[in-house]
């Protein structure tokens, strides 16, 4: 009896595919294979096997199963779940998936001579790669390097035998990890909430758990514990901690290596392909115990994953917005669904969707109310900038110079908080009143003093700053308007001008050995002043830092769409939070324009609560998340009076269902991105209807012309 593999391949294809399984393959579900799709063989993973029936049409063979670990059930179940729940292809969250075992696999680490072997052709070049190759080795690229010859020669010898590679096998192991080690002292209110996880951890099954704790509460320390147990459950018990893209993993894995005594796997955008090849295979090998990650991280192929925790869990980059939509978070609880393990949500600053899960009892609310030992939570005011405004073309009040002069005399350090890269978020021409755009989307032009550019935030396009304006052509009229941190900087150092001056930015920090370097010198106290984005804005604990200035608070308030205030409050909240971490009192003072905003005075009297009580009463009255829920479906396309028309086409395609209201199509707040223009629709529905299915529904309805895409998003967090 013959069987028909439905194989998934990780692209933009409506299903799985059949085809025929050759004889003697002996597939099973979860393999990796290779399959003829139109002129070319693909990767695929089967998904089911059934017999074949009889009388069937001829299908095609798969061409061969890869030698490569398979998918683990749950990995299946996930993929197919994530894709059903974005109302997208199932092939696009396979494709995430598979990208670590997709990767090269890591290099050989290093080239020995071979004994015994001579060169069949000796040239000086030969000769001196032989001379000096160190008998400890040396990788291809330092050899012919160290040796001055191309890599060609080395090569040469390496094909004849005369080297020989050793791979780096130890190195793809990773260190076991050990759960017995003693973590650090817990407090009680430390110890209780421990408990309680590493309870639900040996419980085994589904649940999830809120941890909601001030910052600087040993949130890390109280869910390492729960990590302790999820290793301790058996012998191939494996956790996964998701981090925000933008947080540094690294101060989680040290801390994770430090308490059980072996490195984590690491998964982020700046893992390299082999590295990330070798986090895969761990993975699903079970060699890799715990992993360290951004939100990519969830699509690992787990054997046996006992804990999801979700740090930061509020934080807006667990939505990814490009390629295959989805909120890392949410489909964290559906992965710990799906492998009946629990997850840990924690935070300082909760999102509103969680808070009101924990309110009903969904899920379990941990609280930590203060900080651990003598470190208190700092003072926080609020300075009025119509009463006590910066002198014209400065960002700095007096009463916030005052505090980081004496901050500064008493040898403590200050961290200035904007949000906004560059020297100034717009540039204007003084004779025309042109405001330089981007030329294909509808975004400024920050000025990037540094590097002497103008800079498109949203598309990275750039260019040179111009001497003229492009517009009227007036010479040196171009200004800049607002503050970047850049500017901030420029200001600093000329109030302090013998201060440690420093700039924690996306761009002054590109990649995490930058990072590391920076956080280090802050800690060590070799800075005096910090301006920063939120790049530096979370899970650093600086010990001296007792003064945090928030130059424009009113900034995320601005244009706001329905998660505005709440967004503010969290990056406040724990911009704030970074001062007065140890036995030393620390202070934060905000500028803004609405000191009676209330996101300002819930900062001020540091009453969440009241904050958050205030927020879903609105939110409730208005059938908005986290009481109704949203989808939004994006249009582009080059072509304005074709995307016009195919809105038209769309709005009269919405499926009618009770509960559910469909609004738009409107002009896309961002108009214009790369040459296309957009249009959006929302879509609002009481809590309980199915609006993935609903958006499946509609978009199968439709049939875009080619240059027109539609883009579904589940749950929008953007609205531009
Ligand atoms: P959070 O994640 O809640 O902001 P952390 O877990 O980062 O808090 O803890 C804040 C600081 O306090 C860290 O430096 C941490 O090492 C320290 N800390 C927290 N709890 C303890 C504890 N029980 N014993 C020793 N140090 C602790």
Not at 502 to 512: G, I
Not at 540 to 567: I, K, M, Q, S, W
């Amino acid at each position: 009896m013959s069987r028909i593999a439905a194989v998934l391949i990780p692209m933009p294809l409506p299903e799985a595919f059949d085809y025929a399984e050759p004889e003697g393959m002996a597939l099973s579900v979860g393999d990796q294979v290779r399959v003829p799709l139109g002129p070319r063989d693909v990767r695929g993973v089967v998904m089911a096997l059934r017999e074949a029936a009889g009388g069937n049409r001829p299908l095609k063979p798969v061409s061969e199963r890869l030698d490569e670990p398979p998918l683990p059930p749950g990995t299946l179940a996930f993929v197919q779940w994530a894709g059903r729940y974005a109302a997208d292809l199932p092939g696009a969250p396979l494709a995430i998936a598979l990208r670590g075992a997709r990767a090269p696999p890591p290099r050989p680490m290093r080239l020995l001579r071979a004994p015994g072997v001579a060169p069949a052709r000796a040239t000086p070049a030969r000769a001196r790669v032989l001379e000096v190759l160190p008998d400890t080795g040396l990788s291809g690229a330092d050899l012919s390097r160290a040796a001055g010859v191309s890599a060609g020669v080395v090569k040469s010898l390496l094909d004849e035998g005369v080297l020989s590679v050793e791979f780096a096998v130890e190195s793809r192991s990773f260190g076991r990890h050990e759960p017995a080690l003693p973590g650090a002292e817990l407090n009680a209110s430390q110890a209780a909430a421990a408990a309680e996880l590493g309870g639900m951890v040996r419980a085994t099954g589904f649940q999830v758990a809120l941890l909601d704790g001030v910052t600087g509460s040993g949130k890390t320390e109280v869910y390492l514990e729960a990590v302790a147990a999820a290793l301790a459950a058996g012998p191939e018990g494996q956790a996964l901690i998701l981090l925000p893209e933008l947080a540094l993993p690294q101060a989680v894995i040290a801390r994770v290596a430090g308490r059980f005594g072996a490195e984590p796997g690491e998964w982020h955008s700046g893992v390299a392909p082999p590295a990330r090849r070798r986090v895969w295979e761990g993975v699903a090998s079970g060699d890799c115990q715990i992993v360290v990650g951004a939100r990519s991280a969830l699509f690992l192929p787990f054997r046996n994953l006992r804990l999801i925790v979700v740090d930061e869990e509020h934080d807006g980059s667990f939505k990814q917005e490009e390629g295959f939509i989805y909120h890392a978070r949410d489909l964290a609880v559906a992965r710990g669904r799906i492998e009946g393990a629990p997850v840990v949500l924690a935070s300082a600053t909760p999102s509103l969707e969680s808070l009101r899960n924990a309110e009903t009892g969904r899920y379990r609310w941990l609280r930590l109310a203060a900080r651990h030992g003598s470190a208190r939570m700092p003072d926080i005011d609020l300075i009025d900038l119509r009463e006590t405004p910066p002198e014209t073309g400065r960002w700095l009040s007096p009463p916030l110079v005052t505090a980081m002069a004496e901050t500064w005399a008493r040898g403590e350090q200050s961290l200035l908080f904007l949000n906004r890269r560059g020297y100034a978020p717009l540039v204007l021409c003084k004779a025309c009143g042109e405001r330089l755009r981007a030329p294909d989307s509808d975004t400024w032009l920050v000025e990037h003093r540094y590097t002497g550019r103008l800079v498109c935030h949203l598309t990275g396009f750039s260019m040179p700053k111009p001497a003229a304006c492009p517009h009227c052509g007036a010479k040196d009229s171009l200004t800049a308007i607002g503050p970047g941190v850049e500017r901030l900087e420029e200001e600093a150092r000329g109030l302090f001008p013998d201060a440690r001056i420093a700039v924690f930015s996306s761009d002054t920090v590109f990649d995490a050995r930058e990072a590391r370097r920076m956080v280090q010198t802050m800690a060590q106290g070799e800075i005096d002043i910090l301006v920063a984005t939120q790049a530096a804005a979370k899970g650093h604990n600086f010990p001296n830092l007792t003064l945090v200035g928030v130059v424009d608070a009113d900034l995320g308030l601005r244009g706001g769409d329905l998660r505005a205030g709440e967004r503010t409050y969290q990056l406040l909240a724990q911009a704030t939070g970074r001062a007065g971490r140890r036995d030393r009192p620390g202070r934060a003072l905000i500028q803004t324009y609405a000191p009676e905003h209330p996101v300002m005075q819930a900062l001020k009297a540091q009453d969440r609560d009241a904050f958050v009580a205030a927020e879903m009463a609105e939110r409730e009255a208005a059938g908005l998340p986290p009481f109704g829920r949203l989808a939004a479906a994006i249009l582009s396309g080059p072509d304005d009076f074709q995307l016009e028309a195919f809105a038209r086409t769309m709005a009269e395609a919405a499926p009618n269902a009770q509960g559910v209201i469909v609004y738009g199509p409107a002009d896309a707040p961002l108009g214009l991105v790369r040459g296309r223009r957009r249009k959006r629709f929302l879509v609002q529905a009481g809590r309980e209807g199915d609006l993935s299915a609903y958006m499946a529904a509609w978009r199968a309805r439709v049939r875009p012309p080619g240059a027109i895409r539609v883009t579904l998003d589940i749950d929008p967090y953007s609205f531009l």
